[in-house]
């Protein structure tokens, strides 16, 4: 499996960036997917992650009702669109997926797929 993500840049307080994730693998509708970011000196973080058939979803608190991820199997693409961005909120986003994994699964050692990470940087 092959992840590839996209979309990061840098952006104002208060605004919004979409990311968006590729998968190169069959049987999309069999992984479960999430994204992470990681700060300059931090330890990775759980940010969101979806289901695989019935794209259940599970937020970090800090994200909630500010972040929504989707995913299209038939494409297999996920996207997080970021919204009221926050200078906290600027990290490297990573997305990831494991064929065991649940939605509300925010170990990033039990995620086997990782893309190569995008950077998002909120000015304030």
């Known amino acids: 499996v092959q992840l590839q993500a996209s979309g990061g840049g840098l952006v104002q307080a208060g605004g919004s960036l979409r990311l968006s994730c590729s998968a190169s693998v069959s049987g999309f509708n069999t992984v479960a997917m999430g994204w992470f970011r990681q700060a300059p000196g931090k330890e990775r973080e759980f940010v969101v992650g979806i289901s695989r058939r019935f794209y259940t979803t599970y937020y970090a608190d800090s994200v909630k009702g500010r972040f929504t991820i989707s995913r299209d199997n038939a494409q297999a693409m996920v996207w997080l669109q970021m919204n009221r961005l926050e200078p906290e909120d600027t990290a490297v986003y990573f997305c990831?997926?494991?064929?065991?994994?649940?939605?509300?699964?925010?170990?990033?050692?039990?995620?086997?797929?990782w893309g190569q990470g995008t950077q998002v940087t909120v000015s304030s």
């Open positions: 990831a997926g494991d064929r065991n994994a649940g939605s509300g699964e925010t170990d990033p050692t039990k995620y086997n797929f």
